[in-house]
């Protein structure tokens, strides 16, 4: 009678766990572009194609040519993809919500939309909003209904935050790498407070955050951040800003190990998507891509294809030329998508390694809690 015996018994009656449902009925994601299923797009239409080309066939609100990562981490736990708080007309919210939208921070921004280009929609408002849903879920649905959850769904949900990196880069150009450093300490004791709230709030117990991207391999940062060709490493990404993302990194796994410890019966953990995608930049043939830091969809050719002046989808009168972005045939040959959001191959093979398992800190045995489905 051993772990092998168990393991064999598993294998010998995989019916008994075919239909198991996972324990997470419900996941509500917190972040960005990296993570918006359609909710920045339900308030400032419309997102135009090539988004979405791949698996949608039209745009569907991701920053990606298919899905998110998001999107495979419902898949994977069996559950429908998140429709966005934000959209009120064919959503269901019965296995969660998601309040990420494109360009949202973890500070709350100074400026408007129109002036910066920052999400209205910071983590703060995120919290607001799941703390709304809950009201109208003890209001509406007790018991549940068609579009809302019961009301003990919050205890047993997963709670997702993928934010950050718009705190990280949207002043980068401008203050540089010390002046960012600055306020990055508030970023993150600002998401350890979020999921404070949650816990004590909602009645959250179980927490992921990820990390921040090696933006020094993005195609957009490559073209826009001022660098020197020594600040270059071997695989053509920048030292100084990945150096910083380290940093960054260090801060919140130190900072979520501290949260961790004042929060009992609660599971906190620190996920290192960061490993995976700086493989992809830097071996990307190993995983099946050609490029690494040249995007699929933009402008100017290259080494990048990055126009900051215009982005994927766009065109713009530049010196009374009209300039159009244009799109590769084969995204599944890039790990970048537009120069800053990774392709939907590239987020696969994040979402795998963190549905396996190896991107955790602590270790989680996610296949133990959930019966989990192919991701394909
Ligand atoms: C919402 O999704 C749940 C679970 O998939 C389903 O049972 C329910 O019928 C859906 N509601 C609507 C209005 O489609
Ligand atoms: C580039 O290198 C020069 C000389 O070492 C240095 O003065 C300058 O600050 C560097 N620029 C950047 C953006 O790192
Ligand atoms: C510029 O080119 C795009 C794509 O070909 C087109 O949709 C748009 O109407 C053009 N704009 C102008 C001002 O000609
Ligand atoms: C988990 O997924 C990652 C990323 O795709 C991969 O590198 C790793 O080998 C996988 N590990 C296991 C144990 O399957």
Same mark, same amino acid.
Request: proline fraction near 7%; hydrophobic fraction near 40%; charge should be negative.
């Given at each position: +009678? ?6 064999l018994?598993? !294998?010998?009656?995989p019916?008994?766990?075919?239909d198991?449902?996972? /324990? ?11 993570? /918006?299923?359609?909710g ?8 135009k194609?090539p988004?979405?080309?791949?698996y949608f ?13 998001i $999107?495979?981490?419902a898949?994977g ?5 998140l429709?966005p ?5 064919g959503?269901?919210?019965?296995h969660g919500?998601n ?13 408007s939309?129109?002036?910066?280009g920052?999400?209205?929609?910071s ?9 709304e849903?809950?009201?109208r879920?003890?209001e509406f649905s007790?018991q549940?209904n068609y579009? !809302?959850p019961?009301?003990?769904?919050f205890?047993k949900?997963?709670y997702?935050? $993928?934010?950050g990196?718009? $705190?990280?880069?949207?002043? !980068?150009a ?9 306020y ?9 407070w979020?999921?404070?709230e949650?816990?004590?709030?909602l009645?959250?117990r179980?927490?992921?955050?990820f990390n921040?991207?090696?933006?020094g391999?993005?195609?957009?940062? !490559?073209?826009?951040l ?7 490493d +071997?695989?053509?990404c +920048?030292?100084s800003y990945?150096?910083?993302v380290? $940093?960054y990194?260090?801060?919140?796994k /130190?900072t ?5 410890d ?5 599971t906190?953990?620190?996920? /290192? ?10 071996h ?7 490029y690494?830091?040249r995007?699929c ?7 990048? %294809?990055?126009?900051p002046l215009?982005f ?7 010196n009374?030329?009209?300039i159009?972005?244009s799109?590769?045939d084969?995204?599944? %040959?890039?790990?970048s ?7 939907e ?10 549905l396996?398992?190896?991107l955790?800190d602590?270790?989680?045995p ?11």
């Amino acid at each position: +009678m051993s772990f092998l015996f168990f393991a064999l018994l598993i !294998l010998a009656s995989p019916s008994t766990f075919t239909d198991a449902r996972c /324990d997470f009925p419900a996941i509500f994601n917190f972040g960005d572009s990296n993570s /918006d299923t359609g909710g920045f797009w339900a308030a400032f239409p419309a997102q135009k194609l090539p988004f979405g080309m791949t698996y949608f066939g039209k745009p569907a609100g991701r920053a990606s040519d298919g899905r998110a990562a998001i $999107d495979f981490i419902a898949q994977g736990l069996g559950l429908p993809f998140l429709s966005p708080y934000l959209q009120s007309i064919g959503s269901n919210f019965t296995h969660g919500a998601n309040f990420a939208t494109a360009a949202s921070t973890v500070l709350l921004p100074m400026t408007s939309l129109f002036v910066s280009g920052l999400s209205p929609f910071s983590l703060a408002i995120q919290l607001n909003q799941m703390k709304e849903f809950r009201s109208r879920v003890l209001e509406f649905s007790p018991q549940g209904n068609y579009y !809302l959850p019961p009301k003990d769904i919050f205890s047993k949900s997963l709670y997702i935050f $993928d934010i950050g990196q718009n $705190d990280f880069t949207g002043r !980068l150009a401008d203050i540089g790498i010390p002046g960012v450093k600055k306020y990055l300490p508030q970023v993150v004791s600002t998401i350890s407070w979020t999921i404070k709230e949650i816990y004590n709030e909602l009645g959250g117990r179980t927490f992921m955050v990820f990390n921040l991207a090696p933006v020094g391999c993005f195609p957009a940062f !490559l073209t826009e951040l001022p660098h020197n060709t020594s600040d270059l490493d +071997m695989y053509g990404c +920048m030292i100084s800003y990945n150096n910083a993302v380290l $940093d960054y990194n260090k801060m919140l796994k /130190d900072t979520l190990s501290q949260t961790r410890d004042q929060l009992p019966d609660a599971t906190l953990v620190y996920v /290192d998507t960061h490993s995976v995608k700086l493989e992809l930049f830097q071996h990307p043939k190993d995983h099946g891509f050609v490029y690494g830091t040249r995007a699929c969809c933009g402008e100017g050719g290259g080494e990048y %294809n990055f126009n900051p002046l215009v982005f994927c989808g766009n065109s713009k009168e530049i010196n009374g030329k009209n300039i159009s972005t244009s799109t590769c045939d084969d995204p599944q %040959n890039y790990v970048s998508w537009d120069g800053i959001h990774a392709t939907e191959a590239a987020n696969k093979i994040v979402a795998f390694g963190i549905l396996n398992g190896s991107l955790f800190d602590p270790p989680f045995p996610l296949s133990k809690y959930c019966d989990l489905h192919p991701i394909g």
